[in-house]
């Protein structure tokens, strides 16, 4: 084919074929679907509700902290030229409010322990 043929066959109009009719099958004829709408009782009231607000705790002795929890492997990191070290716990998890002031836990996976060097 040449560069003529390619483009003529892209302007010119094909002629479509019918398909063929197929006959109906089942009890019932073709119809169109209908349904009632019913209204949810609740818009809102599933997910968390943005913004997230960490909370405060009360306790016994009525000091306040706050609601994270850690795990108790303490990760050491030292700096190039170990002139400075940082203790740190993981966070094991936190207990917030969402603006419907209903309590949402983040809960963290605990870290993987570094493997100890043999010699």
């Known amino acids: 084919m040449s560069l ?3 483009l003529n066959a892209l302007i010119q ?16 004829a073709g119809q169109r679907g ?6 949810p009782e609740a818009a809102g009231t599933a997910g968390i509700a943005s913004p997230l ?4 705790i009360t306790n016994e002795d ?9 795990y ?3 990760s050491r990191l030292y ?21 419907n002031q209903s309590p949402v836990v983040l809960q963290f ?6 493997k100890k060097e043999e010699g």
Do not use: W
């Open 4 to 6: 003529v043929d390619d």
């Open 13 to 28: 109009t094909r002629v479509r074929q019918a398909l063929a009719t197929v006959e109906a099958r089942g009890g019932l």
């Open 34 to 39: 209908t349904s009632s709408f019913t209204e």
């Open 53 to 56: 607000t960490e909370t405060e």
């Open 62 to 70: 009525g000091s306040k902290s706050t609601s994270r929890t850690y």
């Open 72 to 74: 108790e492997e303490v």
């Open 79 to 99: 700096s190039n030229d170990f002139v400075l070290s940082v203790e740190v716990k993981a966070l094991k998890s936190i207990t917030m409010r969402d603006a």
């Open 109 to 114: 996976k605990a870290p993987i322990p570094k």
